[in-house]
């Protein structure tokens, strides 16, 4: 595997949903770096990422357990996701959007576009999606200035799979995952659109549809989309 630790988070993540490992199992980086074919490091930094999303817990002083939660834990995380930041992208076309956003969101649309101009993903591709991806999201809802909406979006990314960069990618069928991160771009240049226009409506319906890419997208393109989440306590 790529020791890029976007495609180590990814990988781990479609394990976890899939029920790889059960609901409070202790995980270490040492098996985990043996069955991925990769080092510690990546492992590390993916474990600290996974417990930033609310899928990992630290254990004590050493390792991390696995997280238990519920379909709807995760359902009302991404619904909650969509309207914080659906509120955000709307604020920002009522009020107008500033050129430096403007050309930071192109810029983002323009790097998505280069990345599937191919016709296909790598795992390589996996670690610059979710760079440009955090990028798009986060400008949108730092231009609004409004730390309520911020701080509010940063407590919700606590739970699982409810930040921007949560989506599932599945490295063993890149393929066919390819068609939902085309989706997502298709996304990303409609809101940029909606923002220009200050169509604050429009914009703020296509960020809550949005969220739920990671989630539903894949079934409905049919892909292989994650299991149901496990029951929590």
């Avoid at 899939?18 to 080092?39: H, N």
Wanted: aromatic fraction near 6%; hydrophobic fraction near 40%.
């Amino acid at each position: 595997m790529n020791e890029d630790s976007g495609s180590v988070v990814a990988t781990l993540r479609k394990w976890i949903i899939e029920g790889r490992y059960a609901a409070g199992e202790r995980i270490a980086e040492i098996p985990i770096a043996a069955a991925l074919g990769v080092s510690r490091t990546p492992v590390r930094l993916a474990f600290r990422t996974l417990e930033q999303e609310g899928l990992l817990q630290k254990a004590g002083t050493r390792g991390f357990l696995v997280r238990e939660f519920s379909e709807e834990d995760v359902l009302c995380a991404l619904e909650v996701r969509g309207v914080l930041e659906g509120l955000a992208a709307r604020r920002l076309a009522e009020r107008g959007m500033p050129e430096a956003v403007r050309q930071t969101l192109r810029g983002c649309v323009d790097d998505g576009a280069r990345l599937l101009a191919k016709g296909h993903i790598t795992e390589a591709d996996i670690g610059e999606w979710s760079r440009l991806n955090d990028r798009f999201h986060d400008t949108i809802v730092n231009a609004t200035d409004s730390a309520v909406i911020a701080d509010a979006i940063a407590r919700n990314n606590h739970l699982p799979f409810a930040s921007a960069d949560s989506i599932i990618i599945d490295t063993g069928a890149l393929d066919r995952e390819y068609e939902k991160l085309r989706f997502a771009h298709l996304q990303h240049q409609l809101v940029l659109e909606a923002l220009e226009q200050r169509e604050s409506a429009r914009v703020e319906m296509l960020m809550r549809e949005h969220a739920y890419i990671g989630l539903r997208y894949g079934r409905l393109l049919g892909l292989n989309g994650p299991a149901k989440a496990r029951p929590g306590p």
